[in-house]
C-alpha cells in the first residue's frame, strides 16, 4: 500500500520557521510529482510547493515564493518543506500529494495519493 505521512508541523510565533517531511513509501520516489497543500480553516485546499526531479520542476504559490523551499532526498524517499518567515496567514493544515501523471502546476489535478496532514499554526 502507497503511503504518504507528514511530519514537522506545530505552534511557531510569527517570523519564525519550521521543516516539514513527506515520508513516502511503496513507489518510485523520483517518478512522481510531490506537491504540498494547505487548508486553512473555512478555506478551500491550495497548493503551495512541487517538485518533480525526473523533469527539474519546481512550482511556488506566489504567496509562499521566497519563504519556503522544498527540496527532496530521493535515498530517503522524503520531500522537505523549509518554511521560513511564518505569517499568521500560513496557518494551516499541511498535506502532501503525489502523482504519477500530475504536473507541478499548484493544481490537484492526477494526484493519486494523499498524506492524512499536518498541522502548522503561527501565532501573532
Known amino acids: 500500500e502507497v503511503q504518504l505521512v507528514e511530519s514537522g508541523g506545530g505552534l511557531v510565533q510569527a517570523g519564525g520557521s519550521l521543516r516539514l517531511s513527506c515520508a513516502a513509501s511503496r513507489f518510485n520516489f523520483d517518478d512522481y510529482a510531490i506537491a504540498w497543500f494547505r487548508q486553512a480553516p473555512g478555506k478551500e485546499r491550495e497548493g503551495v510547493s512541487c517538485?518533480?526531479?525526473?523533469?527539474?520542476?519546481?512550482y511556488y504559490a506566489d504567496s509562499v515564493k521566497g519563504r519556503f523551499t522544498i527540496s527532496s532526498d530521493s535515498a530517503k524517499n522524503t520531500v522537505y518543506l523549509q518554511m521560513n518567515s511564518l505569517q499568521p496567514e500560513d496557518t494551516a493544515v499541511y498535506y502532501c500529494a503525489a502523482g504519477l501523471g500530475a504536473y507541478c502546476t499548484g493544481t490537484e489535478y492526477a494526484m493519486d495519493y494523499w498524506g492524512k496532514g499536518t498541522l502548522v499554526t503561527v501565532s501573532s
Open positions: 517538485i518533480r526531479r525526473s523533469v527539474n520542476s519546481i
